[in-house]
């Protein structure tokens, strides 16, 4: 499995349509609209670099009005709520 975060600046106008349109493909798990330097940001969960590449560069791209990208790759995950719901099974 590899994760990846898309940080997208997107037409001002766009901002709801692009993240509609992200939302529904195949390896995107969440999409944040957020405040700073970037619109959006989109979590992907992929099986591989290979379709990170081809789910970034021959879908998300293509959606009108994005202006520009980065995409990062995650390495290692460290989740305070996975190391809590990991501990508390069968705690209640």
Do not use: C, P, W
């Not at 993240?19 to 970037?38: C, I, K, P, R, T």
């Not at 990208?69 to 290692?76: D, G, H, K, Y």
Request: net charge negative.
């Amino acid at each position: 499995m590899t994760n990846a975060i898309v940080l997208l600046k997107v037409r001002n106008d766009r901002i709801n349509e692009v993240a509609e349109s992200m939302v529904d493909l195949d390896g995107v798990s969440e999409v944040y609209s957020v405040a700073g330097q970037y619109d959006l940001v989109a979590v992907v969960r992929a099986h591989g670099d290979s379709q990170v590449a081809s789910l970034v560069t021959e879908q998300m791209l293509k959606a009108e009005g994005i202006i520009s990208s980065e995409t990062l790759i995650a390495f290692r995950t460290f989740s305070r709520h996975d190391l809590d719901r990991m501990f508390s099974v069968g705690l209640d």
